[in-house]
């Protein structure tokens, strides 16, 4: 049976200090908070064999690696298991990721009854609080109104806060979810404890608000992490789920993807994408690899050539024997990176949860000692259970677990004025201390599409570009559209064949633009047109495609070139030099030639050695890696799928406006506006994040603290426990409002 989980679970195998380990990773259903995810975090690392153990709130999935000698993947499963959650091996993290909508939806039935239903109770509440005059039967008619109106609230509503204190007191890890239970179950049955003896003094508008506040909470930061974990399945969903396979006798069939094996042939058509890695063993063509690679030219493929999946054919068939299959891609590698982001947690969100535990355990003493102090100085039991419930409210760390939520909240709305998209509500405390700003090329700092530079004519007494705008009408390829886009469109009488990776033949059948009937038109690349290159079309200056005219009974001549190229956008050299007065180090990384990278370069001021060129996804990766090493904090801009593993390891991924899906996936903030010049404003405002986030901790931790001692000599009621409890809270949300200012 563990064979088979382990199977499942998609484990790889690693070498960790000199033994033998694996990694399994775990669905964990049932969550309802970052403190049940930190109870199951501790659990696995209690199991023997366990190495570590990381577990995220967000995907709702557990990593773990362990020895196999010492543990298995259904003994991992049971021991979660009993703590009431639901457990199963999943292969990947997409399986792993819940649905968020059917949470949400139920997290928002729960407010909304328990805002409904506590309005009212509260209601009654205020008009006991502020009548003097009411008569003992009216004060305790009222109290019943509110015990009424309370119920659904802290039983049906405060349920999910009962059964996550009681898994995560059973795993020896009390949070604020034990408080709660501890908190709304105090008050309730004290206030029900005074009804029972005609007492009108209750405490239901405590539990309703405590609820109430909780459960807002939760589903703001439902809400705030429901990009973050989406990322991965949106990802591994760009490559096409099924493929066509050659069978054994030669024919073609449309499969899963899923199900193809190492050593299989498959066929991608013209307009088609890779599904897998495979390499070319019939057929030639041109591939488009901008989301792969970043190369903003096509590619001509043949023979022995690799096509990664996320490739997109041109005008060829291609018949390629698979080399990585599903699960092996450079695609899944991405996939991995943005899973590893996801069980990592940023420091200040460790730091909070630490602080709330350790306040919780206080608390919970607290409230133990507390009536007993009072039973020994002389107090009554109900005044001892008085003390302990006002202990208990006034440690509650609910400002303390509002903090990260409320500041990260604000400052998203802040940043949407900018017309920043966050997509990973930890981007701010990430990006506070950012050194290093990494830049893709194309389509980052350059406008991303190829345009017409110039026309270098040999033949003065034809129209070359209205003949290449004719020859090119209907073809997907960069250069087209760049000729299309250069002015209108020349309809060529004849028949166009597309020579895949070469250029296109065009056979005139009538006159048109000064050629007869029958002249032969060759566009293409120099290579294919056995052109020598005219002295001003260098290949340092851009992309060349030449015309070449053979007329009916007469030889070929070299019409002439047009020149194409990738410019930097407008405000991108006034942007580098903003952010080199600032102090930041800005570097371009690029997937592009050197001799694009090094015209990119002059045109925006930056130094050569700022430039890499050639730079392959898991290049970019490297050099972010590098500089993280060696101490600093990296940025890094890009726009296209090949950006996806530099984005996903950056501290801070920033994908521009018209970034392909999976750079927009991989990233934390998406700028919603054409160009760069919000990012200065983003860096600033992350700066000043983290400072309100620092100060508002620290003003909820020093809240709880002191005021603890004077609920446990009794010098403040449950009442005014909850009141204070609620000023604190109030104060940590007016701090965050700091952040509107910008």
């Known amino acids: 049976m563990s064979a088979q989980i382990a199977a499942a679970a998609g484990v790889a195998q690693t070498e960790l200090a000199h033994e033998s380990a694996v990694d399994a990773l775990l669905a964990v259903e049932g969550m309802f908070c970052p403190a049940c995810a930190r109870a199951v975090e501790i659990t696995l690392k209690r199991q023997p064999g366990v190495a570590s153990a990381q577990v995220s709130f967000a995907a709702e999935a557990a990593r773990v690696r362990y020895d196999p000698a010492r543990a298995d993947p259904q003994q991992l499963i049971d021991s979660v298991g009993r703590l009431g959650y639901a457990v199963r091996a999943v292969r990947g993290l997409d399986e792993a990721i819940p649905r968020h909508a059917p949470l949400e939806r139920a997290l928002a039935t729960r407010l909304a009854v328990a805002v409904v239903f506590g309005m009212w109770s509260m209601g009654f509440a205020l008009a006991d609080y502020f009548s003097s005059d009411l008569d003992p039967a009216t004060r305790l008619g009222l109290s019943w109104a509110q015990a009424l109106f309370a119920l659904p609230v802290i039983s049906w509503c405060a349920w999910p806060f009962i059964i996550a204190g009681w898994r995560t007191l059973r795993a020896r890890t009390p949070g604020l979810d034990t408080m709660i239970a501890v908190a709304v179950t105090s008050a309730s049955v004290l206030s029900l404890g005074n009804l029972a003896q005609d007492l009108a003094q209750v405490y239901f508008d405590t539990a309703v608000m405590l609820v109430i506040f909780q459960l807002a909470s939760r589903l703001g930061e439902r809400v705030l992490r429901r990009h973050a974990t989406d990322r991965v399945r949106e990802l591994l969903a760009l490559a096409p789920e099924q493929a066509q396979r050659r069978d054994e006798g030669g024919l073609f069939h449309l499969v899963p993807a899923a199900t193809l094996q190492r050593g299989d042939v498959i066929r991608v058509s013209s307009g088609g994408v890779a599904a897998v890695d495979a390499r070319i063993v019939r057929g030639h063509s041109t591939l488009d690899l901008a989301l792969v690679s970043g190369e903003s030219q096509p590619v001509a493929v043949t023979v022995g050539d690799l096509v990664p999946a996320g490739a997109i054919n041109g005008a060829g068939v291609l018949e390629l024997e698979v080399v990585a299959a599903v699960g092996e891609r450079r695609l899944d590698s991405w996939a991995r990176l943005i899973q590893q982001a996801l069980f990592a947690k940023p420091a200040l969100q460790r730091t909070s949860e630490r602080m709330a535990q350790a306040i919780t355990i206080i608390a919970l003493v607290a409230g133990v000692i507390a009536p007993v102090l009072a039973l020994a100085t002389g107090a009554s039991p109900a005044q001892a259970w008085e003390r302990a419930l006002a202990t208990i409210l006034i440690a509650c760390p609910c400002a303390l677990t509002l903090v990260i939520p409320l500041s990260i909240s604000t400052a998203i709305s802040a940043a949407s004025r900018h017309g920043l998209l966050i997509r990973d509500p930890s ?93 032969r038109l060759r566009l293409g690349s120099a290579r294919w047109i056995n052109a020598n290159p005219l002295p001003e079309a260098s290949d340092d200056e851009g992309t060349s495609v030449w015309l070449a005219i053979t007329a009916p009974g007469a030889a070929e001549q070299i019409a002439g070139s047009l020149l194409f190229d990738d410019t930097p956008r407008a405000e991108s050299g006034a942007l580098l030099a903003q952010l080199q007065r600032s102090g930041w180090t800005p570097m371009v990384l690029s997937g592009d030639s050197a001799q694009a990278c090094r015209r990119m370069a002059l045109a925006l001021g930056l130094p050569p050695q700022r430039v890499q060129p050639e730079c392959s996804p898991e290049r970019k990766r490297e050099v972010v890696d590098a500089l993280q090493a060696a101490g600093g904090r990296v940025a890094f801009i890009g726009d296209g799928i090949n950006d996806g593993m530099a984005l996903a390891q950056a501290d801070l991924g920033i994908a521009t406006r018209d970034a392909t899906e999976s750079a927009k996936l991989a990233a934390a903030v998406v700028l919603m506006r054409d160009g760069l010049d919000a990012i200065p404003a983003l860096l600033d405002l992350a700066r000043r994040t983290h400072r309100v986030l620092r100060q508002s901790l620290v003003w909820a931790v020093l809240w709880n603290l002191l005021l603890i001692p004077v609920a446990m000599l009794g010098l403040i009621s449950p009442a005014v426990a909850a009141a204070a409890m609620a000023a604190s809270t109030l104060t940590v949300g007016l701090s965050t409002q700091r952040l509107r200012i910008a």
């Open 427 to 519: 981007a701010f405390e990430r990006a506070a201390r950012i050194d290093h700003l990494l830049f893709d090329k194309t389509g980052t700092l350059s406008c991303g599409r190829m345009q017409l530079r110039a026309v270098r004519s040999a033949m003065p007494d034809i129209d070359l570009l209205a003949i290449a705008r004719g020859i090119d009408a209907g073809q997907s390829h960069p250069i087209a559209r760049a000729l299309a886009a250069s002015g209108p469109q020349v309809a060529l009488p004849g028949h166009a064949q597309a020579i895949p990776g070469a250029g296109i033949v065009f056979e005139l059948t009538a006159p048109a633009c000064g050629l007869l009937a029958g002249t």
